[in-house]
């Protein structure tokens, strides 16, 4: 089984539990990926243009493409990471087209072009190709950057819709996505499915750290976990943490777990609006340390941008957040509003970009009791569960690709 997806193994995401689930149901992998550098911008310790470009981990053989880093994050450093991997990936079919595989498997996240290397290779074997698509592009991109030009925007949309019509079948994360898929490509219903992203079982654990507890032991805990980018809407959140501190809670800590292209920015942002001393960056940490953030928060926070491609889905995080068994607050629209506020009630979700909401809702949760947080948090733990625990999506996947 081939793989394609330009984030891989030492980056944390959930392609490496996905291949690693895959592998112990005796699939036989290859990954093509680009060269680890995501969220730092920096090659880590061992890895550069010409050092690991060739691996193996846990049974499965990793090929690695050129990528020029992201370095500092800026828009032109980003575009030149996104161009570098897709093109660099085309010199690397001559050797994918040498081999038998059954089956070719695209974990498309931004930019859906890091998906054309695996399209080619199953159009020229005639290889069965399964893309799941986290990112929908062109909205993704919009999500981003402020693209108004009518001409630039028509070309992105070209572009994207080219690589979704291309691929025999396609995993997608809502009914509402599924759809946009429909119209988008003309596949019959039996081609796509709709499988929220499953989440690794180290969110499921309880882990504590004594020096988190002592640093953070007083005060009311709002935890975030993840990316740090312009489709957070950052913004939203500091006007939250404004308006709560002018209503004299100062005994509120926010506390920020990850990094990404906005980090410096929002740092620069909370000493602007004088937050520098409830405000704790903790910066980019391992997976495996994120329970004992959780452990620490009494709620959880995510805020989106208004955009019809993030209505459309379930973000990861929130997948995570339900595994923890903490409460948490939201501002988003769409599918994830309807299933925190009213399927699951394991929180409160308002509207994107919604100041005020955001913080009506931090001060609901605020004023329960441990118990009554300790219950909320429960349902959502119990609904993940029953619902989203990661055999479950992940053997639905194995049994999608290989039908």
């Known amino acids: 089984m081939l793989v394609v997806c330009q984030h891989f193994w030492p980056e944390s995401f959930r392609i490496n539990d996905i291949c690693d689930f895959l592998g112990n149901k005796g ?18 310790e061992g890895y550069g243009y010409f050092k690991n470009r060739r691996q193996v981990r846990g049974g499965v053989r990793i090929r690695r493409a050129f990528e020029i880093p992201r370095g500092s994050n800026t828009n032109f450093r980003i575009f030149l990471n996104y161009i570098s991997f897709p093109f660099s990936s085309l010199f690397h079919i001559p050797r994918l087209l040498t081999k038998n595989f059954d089956k070719i498997f695209i974990y498309q996240l931004s ?16 290889t069965e190709t399964t893309m799941y698509v986290l990112d929908l592009w062109p909205e993704n991109l919009y999500s981003v950057l402020n693209i108004r030009s009518p001409f630039l925007r028509s070309i992105a949309r070209s572009v ?9 079948k396609l995993v997608v994360l809502s009914e509402k996505m599924k759809a946009q ?4 490509t003309g596949k019959s219903a039996d081609n796509i499915i709709v499988l929220p992203q499953a989440c690794e079982k180290i969110y499921e654990a309880e882990d504590h750290d004594d020096n988190l507890r002592k640093r953070f ?25 404004v308006f709560l501190k002018n209503e004299g809670l100062h005994d ?6 990850g990094d990404g292209m906005s980090r410096k920015w929002l740092e620069a942002e909370v000493t602007k609006a004088g937050l520098q ?26 805020c989106l941008v208004k955009s019809n491609l993030l209505e459309a889905t379930i973000p990861a995080k929130v997948m995570s957040y339900l595994a923890s068994g903490k409460p948490m607050v939201l501002a988003m629209d769409g599918e994830v509003h309807d299933l925190i506020n009213n399927t699951i009630r394991c929180g409160y979700a308002g509207p994107t970009e919604d100041t005020s909401q955001l913080a009506r809702n931090i001060l609901k949760v605020y004023s329960l009791s441990t118990a009554e947080r300790k ?28 039908k």
């Not at 898929?181 to 988008?184: A, D, Q, R």
């Not at 709002?222 to 939250?240: C, D, H, L």
């Not at 509120?252 to 777990?257: K, Q, R, Y």
Request: net charge neutral; aromatic share 12%.
């Open 27 to 44: 699939c036989d992998i290859e990954v093509l990926c680009g060269l680890p550098n995501y969220p730092s911008g920096k090659f880590p």
């Open 111 to 126: 930019p859906v072009i890091m998906s054309v290397a695996g399209i080619i290779v199953g159009k020229l074997k005639k």
């Open 160 to 168: 994207s819709h080219w690589h979704y019509r291309h691929v025999d």
């Open 181 to 184: 898929m429909l119209e988008i």
């Open 217 to 241: 032991s007083k005060g009311f805990n709002i935890v975030y976990t993840g990316n740090i980018s312009p489709a957070q809407s950052f913004e939203t959140v500091i006007e939250a943490a």
């Open 252 to 257: 509120i800590n926010w506390i920020i777990v």
């Open 277 to 302: 001393d409830i405000f704790y960056f903790e910066g980019q940490k391992p997976v495996e340390d994120i329970p004992k953030y959780t452990d620490i928060a009494d709620v959880l926070l995510g």
């Open 375 to 402: 219950q909320m948090g429960k349902r959502g733990k119990d609904y993940h569960f029953k619902h989203f625990e990661r055999s479950l999506l992940l053997n639905k996947l194995h049994d999608f690709i290989f």
